[in-house]
């Protein structure tokens, strides 16, 4: 599959909601009964594409299409609507152009009225012109009129979208207008708009949700060609939360620059080292440049604290006022850049890139500073049980070059996750804690009892996978642990890995 008929597919899952546009193009068909839907979504969650599929639908009913794109809302009344009238106009009139004379005085007779006159005024009077207009031009053939951007639509347009959908039971139109809540939170006027209609039952609302897991495995495994690991998937729909367009794009950046390769099996390991591409950055810089001074400030500063973090931590970290931190915290979740989760208290980011992107804006020093400030904070808030939050003190730790309180750290994590039999996690601290000690030439810990715990756990997974019949993957865990045996020094337990992978080749 190409790269270009991978993004036609992005429209993984969307048939249930093709399905309900699908309905109103049959009601308008079979009983002339027009209609209103909203279309709901964050930035890349894929409405253009469910739009693109519903064009073709309609198109190929015999339905004329209206594109308008709202481009602010301080822009001239009635602006998209006038381009989008008044292209439909000149596409009207272009077979015209060659007939004799007699023909095209007769059709200038039935012509339903100059789009330019029509919204000459900013009033009532103006409005119900424009509703008039829409009749006679859907008369003879049904109209889907598509408004994309809805959230930068002015004020005139609203009402116009607030009367038709009011009025549109009789009409031979459907009307889809799509937008993105997270730019409207301060268009009073759209709110008051969507109220409205909402009370009185006018349109139909489709929310357009972020893929699952599933749904985040079907496209990764359309854009590489290959069915990826489980983990990857995993880390991918963490990262990215399920928006396809973070996927895709991401996806394609890391095909083209070798991050990953899927004929050689080498995928990412680490969500921190995505390197998000220019059209994912531009969405975030896009939701971040909206924000009052204060709260990106603020927003920059929580960047640092983990993949997760709970109210007491916030106060505790940045020495603000209570109510200061709850109300930037309600401002956030308004724009979907800060998600509620594990409860009340706690949050998170709602999608990686904007945690890595402010976090790239900031200078090494003042990383550093915030980073052993997250570690106090986390030890203040949470010093009674500190088991679950070793592995985060590790990360912060190291990222403020305090590489001894890391290890220690990253250690007690391995040991919290042997315990709770979470095998990878285990391993993966203690190989920490190995990174740490080889780099920056710390003191022995334990007598490299690290190395020793991260081996067995590789062998006795590895020698499990084998028993089951998962021979590749249980070889290459061996292999792993022999190495891990040969840096501590294990004769005896290097041997024994040699011995076992002999016995099974």
């Known amino acids: ?46 409405k253009t594409f469910l739009v693109k599929r519903m064009r073709g639908l309609a198109e190929k009913r015999g339905f004329r299409w209206l594109d308008s794109v709202c481009i602010s809302r301080d822009a001239e009344p009635f602006q998209p609507l006038k381009e989008s009238f008044n292209a439909f106009m000149e596409e009207k009139k272009r077979p015209y152009l060659n007939l004799p004379i007699s023909i095209r005085m007769a059709y200038e007779k039935d012509d339903p009225g100059d789009v330019d006159n029509i919204f000459k005024k900013s009033d009532r009077a103006t409005i119900q012109r424009a509703m008039e207009f829409v009749k006679n031009i859907t008369d003879t053939t049904p109209m889907v009129l598509f ?31 799509a937008y993105r809540p997270e730019d409207a939170v301060d268009h009073e006027f759209l709110k008051e708009t969507l109220n409205f209609m909402y009370h009185r039952k006018l349109h139909r609302e489709i929310h357009l949700e972020p893929f699952d897991r599933d749904d985040t495995r079907e496209l990764i495994d359309a854009v590489t060609g290959d069915e990826a690991p489980d983990d990857f998937v995993e880390l991918f729909h963490r990262s990215t939360e399920g928006n396809p367009l973070y996927i895709y794009e991401t996806l394609r950046s890391m095909l083209a620059n070798k991050i990953i390769d899927p004929t050689q099996g080498r995928y990412l390991s680490d969500g921190d080292s995505i390197d998000w591409p220019p059209v994912v950055r531009y969405t975030v810089d896009r939701k971040i440049t909206r924000l009052d001074d204060s709260v990106k400030n603020f927003l920059q500063y929580i960047s640092i604290l983990g993949p997760q973090f709970s109210f007491p931590m916030i106060a505790e970290y940045i020495n603000m006022d209570e109510m200061d931190v709850l109300d930037m915290i309600d401002a956030l979740l308004e724009v979907n850049i800060l998600t509620e989760t594990g409860g009340s208290e706690w949050y998170r980011f709602s999608h990686q890139a904007v945690k890595d992107i402010l976090q790239e804006g900031q200078s090494t020093g003042k990383k550093r500073l915030l980073h052993k400030k997250a570690a106090e904070a986390i030890k203040k808030c949470y010093g009674r049980d500190l088991s679950v939050h070793h592995e985060t003190l590790g990360h912060h730790y190291e990222s403020a070059v305090m590489y001894d309180m890391a290890a220690e750290y990253y250690y007690k994590a391995g040991r919290h996750h042997e315990k709770k039999g979470d095998t990878d996690r285990a391993i993966d601290n203690y190989l920490s804690v190995e990174r740490l000690s080889r780099e920056q030439n710390l003191m022995d810990m334990e007598s490299k009892d690290y190395l020793e715990r991260a081996g067995d756990l590789m062998y006795g997974k590895g020698t499990a996978l084998l028993d089951q019949g998962e021979d590749t993957e249980g070889r290459e865990l061996i292999r792993r642990a022999m190495k891990v045996f040969e840096r501590a020094g294990m004769e005896d337990r290097t041997k024994e890995c040699r011995k076992h992978l002999g016995d099974v080749m």
């Not at 109103?24 to 894929?46: Q, W, Y």
């Not at 408004?147 to 031979?172: C, K, Q, W």
């Open 147 to 177: 408004m994309e951007d809805m959230h930068l639509a002015d004020r005139y347009t609203l009402l116009f979208v607030r009367y038709l959908s009011n009025n549109i039971g009789p009409s031979n139109i459907v009307l889809i207008c």
């Open 1 to 46: 599959m190409s790269v270009e008929d991978t993004k036609e597919n992005i429209f993984i899952d969307r048939d249930e909601e093709l399905v309900e546009l699908r309905e109103r193009l049959d009601i308008l068909e079979s009983e002339g009964k027009g209609s209103v839907t909203i279309l709901a979504g964050e930035a890349g969650i894929g």
